[in-house]
């Protein structure tokens, strides 16, 4: 038997495939036994193949079983046994939910602090690697992933032999051919990933201008079983399994000096690594991140050797992370500081994800770094482990940190990945009789009380819109409360208890039946097994095309439990559902996406919107008014057209589905019912608003009315004649608004100027008035005109002072008796609360809406003063054009019908 082979490790693995590199001495060409059992019977031959010149031969094994377990070893002349490997496939394909458990840590080779008794030159042979190993094997560690300072040797020359050596040195702890060396035996039991950081790359903190970086980059190609490398400089590298992408950074190839100066062309990863870096964020089918990165992104004010030097870069680094959407689906491991630390996603400042410091295997040791929130633990013999588990809706990565398989930290980042679905068709044969939704009230909970270990408690009760048989006049149906009882939560501060139990009230208050038996015959419908068999409690199915005697939306249901029966002939899962509609919670659109889709829960709705007049089953406009809850403002829906200076300006936005009466419409465009911005130039009238309506004018001569391109004006020639300007009114009930100047103070007395709305003619309207006064007071009054008898309501000084040429802008809103009005300079925020209300019910027809101006019969402002208006605007209720059976549905529908976002977007705890 040749005794020639002297390392031998795996990397690059796949779920078919592995990549093994073996070093021989001398140069000795060989072949590779593959096997799936210890005592290698029945293997698979790979090469031979020709060693280089330096002794490395390099095999890929292709064809492998997924989730299998595999030994090797090297005929270099002979079957060299005692340098025998094993590794593991992955679990499966990049892509499938996948659960695994890998190991991971980080420097070994430096004496100091600590017992260093296992160190000899620069190399380690401490007892963790075996304990490592024992515990790898027992928990199926899917591979290991070392993540820097393998040695610590400080290379300080461009010499290849140097790197070589470190290698060989490593695996036999400094003597030639040693297979028990416990470094190496560990590096033999697992598929390794592994890139460098400092020490073995270069000398301590080393960066691209070390001596020896030609060589560090080629003895690691030759060497190291790693995975395809994008760049002929760096050894960055990806690999993806299940659906986690794995990115390891190349820290030290293109590295400027820490002690260059901050500023944005500094860089520890260089251009071409952060282009394939962004490359490769933007475009992967992955869910979650694990980056790893040997620098430390963290480090108290003496980290000179991390991201700290590196500033602008890490600020880019966040930037990219957040542009391609990752910074929450993230985390990070490293190593470096020689502890094992960790800090949670809120603990990190600088973009919010965790970080997991693995380390150190058998290095000395320094002080605790407090910025790591969850513990800082130096000392040798640490190690991690990551444990991935994919539920479907969630990817859980557990991170652990041991010292001697003794936990010392742990903690669990989640990514939220969304439910998977599964699509049923009822008509297409997926379901079989009986399919009925039952109108029940088992799961009914509207009253439930949320408490926390030795804390304290809060009760959330929704009372609005269930029916409550203790109180008939809030309720006169009566059909009681459903008391939810208590339920203690594992929350930090009792701050948390009150959305606890909202939340769950908001589970027990869905307006949906329940669907006790789903019943899938998986023999009829072969093509649902493997969604069927994947199927877990609290998955999602829906069922589309549903029975005729069922509303014909699509059915959103949550797996909460089954049975699953096979016979001879038969293959049943039946299983019992509840609705699946209060897990849809809000999501935020992507950046470049900002409205995802008609229908999707991004939108917040207005919750109290309804039709102003009837229509009928064709119409595809509708009149859509959404008032305030009493003086609590809502906001209406946003607008494709109007003002540019309108809030709710969002023509990107569109469409979006909204329900009404059972049916859903989509929403291709929405404008306020009536606006004018007056960019036109009339005389002897206003002409025709942007909106389309015609303006009539009312009182004094035509040539009292015109437009000049910004601004619609007013002329007073004369006191004590009013000039109307009106449009017709949408509905009695609106919220509306115009800016007001005068292009003079007011002298003698007061000028004039309103919003009118119920308007039916100039002796029967409401009004909110601004009075200029002669000291340049301004005071707002709501008034009201019946058979030309007017009446001041109510009057309030407002602070400021008119100016001429000085907008001011009022609001004028009327719901029912109730009459509320502001005003303010236009240059100011709108303030908060109404400055006048009234209640008053002389008036209750829709009429005409519109603005007035007149000048006191004691005003004596020379002669014509004019008035300017501008920005006229209804913004509620609103115009909005539609599409019509978007759920099958068209029916007519009657005045107050309420109106709705088709897919609502509760918020989320």
Not at 707 to 736: C, K, M, Y
Not at 827 to 846: C, I, K, Q
Not at 871 to 890: A, G, L
Request: with cysteine; net charge negative; proline share 6%.
């Amino acid at each position: 038997m040749a005794f020639d082979v002297k390392s031998v490790w795996a990397g690059a693995l796949t779920d078919t495939s592995a990549r093994v590199i073996a070093d021989t001495a001398p140069p000795t060409n060989g072949s590779l036994l593959v096997a799936d059992n210890e005592a290698m019977t029945g293997p698979v031959t790979i090469g031979p193949v020709t060693a280089t010149g330096e002794g490395i031969l390099a095999f890929t094994v292709t064809g492998l079983d997924a989730d299998t377990r595999y030994w090797y070893v090297v005929d270099a002349g002979g079957l060299n046994t005692s340098y025998k490997g094993t590794f593991r496939t992955h679990p499966g394909p990049a892509g499938e939910r996948l659960s695994y458990i890998f190991g991971a840590a980080g420097d070994a080779g430096l004496t100091g602090a600590g017992d260093a008794s296992h160190i000899t030159n620069a190399v380690s042979n401490n007892p963790v690697f075996d304990t490592m190993r024992i515990q790898g094997r027992a928990e199926e560690w899917a591979w290991f992933s070392h993540l820097g300072d393998l040695h610590y040797r400080n290379i300080a020359a461009n010499t290849p032999a140097l790197y070589r050596a470190a290698y060989d040195d490593n695996f036999n702890y400094n003597l030639g051919f040693n297979p028990a060396a416990r470094q190496g035996m560990f590096l033999r039991e697992f598929g390794v990933t592994y890139v460098w950081d400092d020490h073995d790359f270069g000398p301590n903190n080393s960066d691209r201008t070390a001596a020896g970086r030609p060589a560090a980059q080629q003895v690691y190609r030759e060497c190291v079983p790693h995975y395809p490398l994008p760049d002929a400089a760096g050894i960055h590298q990806s690999w993806q399994v299940g659906r986690v992408l794995y990115i390891a950074s190349d820290v030290r190839s293109f590295r400027d000096p820490n002690s260059t100066a901050q500023g944005p062309t500094k860089t520890m990863l260089g251009t071409a690594q952060k282009a394939w870096m962004e490359n490769l964020l933007s475009t992967t089918s992955a869910e979650a991140l694990v980056w790893q990165t040997p620098s430390r992104w963290l480090a108290d004010g003496t980290g000179t050797d991390t991201w700290n030097s590196f500033l602008h870069e890490r600020a880019e680094m966040i930037e990219m992370f957040g542009d391609t959407g990752w910074l929450d689906r993230m985390i990070q491991l490293t190593a470096d500081m020689h502890s094992m630390s960790m800090c949670s996603g809120p603990g990190n400042p600088h973009g919010g994800f965790p970080i997991y410091m693995l380390a150190g295997m058998d290095s000395d040791f320094g002080t605790v770094d407090p910025l790591y929130d969850l513990g800082s633990i130096p000392e040798r013999r640490q190690y991690g482990t990551v444990r991935v588990t994919d539920s479907g809706h969630t990817i859980a990565l557990a991170v652990t940190g041991y010292r001697d398989y003794t936990p010392l930290l742990s903690h669990t980042a989640y990514v939220d990945v969304g439910s998977p679905v599964i699509a049923l068709n009822y008509n297409g044969g997926h379901i079989s009789p009986p399919f009925e939704p039952t109108p029940d009230d088992e799961g009914v909970t509207n009253d439930v009380t949320a408490s926390r270990q030795d804390g304290g408690e809060a009760r959330f009760v929704k009372t609005e819109g269930l029916l409550n048989i203790n109180d008939p006049a809030i309720d006169p149906d009566g059909v009681g409360e459903y008391d939810g009882g208590g339920v203690t939560i594992n929350v930090a501060t009792d701050e948390q208890l009150a959305d606890q139990a909202a939340w769950r009230v908001h589970l027990g208050t869905v307006d949906e039946e329940r669907y006790p038996l789903v019943h899938i015959d998986l023999a009829a419908n072969p093509d649902l097994a493997d969604e069927m068999t994947g199927l877990g409690l609290g998955d999602r199915m829906t069922v589309a095309n549903p029975p005729e005697w069922i509303p014909p939306d699509t059915i959103q249901l949550i797996a909460e439990g089954g049975v699953e029966t096979i016979g001879l002939y038969d293959w049943d899962v039946e299983l019992n559902a509840s609705a699946g509609s209060p897990w849809t919670v809000a999501t935020a659109a992507a950046a470049e996406d900002s409205t995802a889709g008609p229908d999707k829960p991004n939108r917040g709705d207005t919750s109290g919107s309804h039709l102003v007049t009837a229509v009928n089953d064709t119409a595809t406009s509708l009149i859509v008014h959404t008032p305030p809850d009493g003086i609590f403002q809502r906001v209406p829906w946003i607008i494709s057209s109007g003002p540019a200076a309108a809030p709710n300006l969002y023509p990107a936005h569109f469409p979006f589905d909204l329900r009404l009466g059972g049916e859903v419409v989509r929403a291709t465009a929405c404008a306020p019912s009536a606006w004018d911005t007056f960019t036109r130039t009339t005389a002897n009238g206003w002409g025709t608003a942007n909106s389309g309506q015609a303006w009539t004018a009312s009182g004094g001569a035509a040539g009292d009315y015109f437009t000049q391109g910004s601004e619609a004006g007013h002329t007073l020639g004369s006191v004590n004649v009013s000039r109307w300007s009106t449009i017709p009114a949408p509905g009695p009930d609106l919220d509306f608004r115009a800016d007001f100047a005068t292009f003079s103070t007011a002298v003698g007395n007061s000028q004039y100027v309103s919003l009118t709305a119920r308007w039916l003619d100039v002796n029967n309207s409401y009004l909110a008035r601004l009075a200029f006064t002669a000291s340049q007071q301004v005071q707002l009054t709501l008034q009201k005109r019946v058979a030309g008898a007017q009446t001041d309501l109510t009057t309030v000084t407002l602070p400021g002072t008119h100016g001429a040429f000085a907008f001011w802008t009022i609001r004028f809103q009327l719901q029912g008796t109730a009459l509320r009005a502001k005003a303010w300079p236009r240059a100011l925020a709108e303030p908060g609360r109404w400055r006048v209300t009234a209640t008053d019910s002389a008036l209750t027809a829709a009429g005409a809406v519109g603005v007035r101006s007149i000048l006191d019969n004691a005003n004596t402002n020379p002669l014509p003063v004019t008035v300017a208006i501008d920005n006229f605007e209804i913004t509620t209720p609103q115009k909005v054009t539609v599409q019509r059976e978007i759920n099958t549905v068209d029916k007519g529908h009657a005045a107050d019908t309420p109106i709705s976002l088709a897919q609502p977007s509760p918020l989320a705890l």
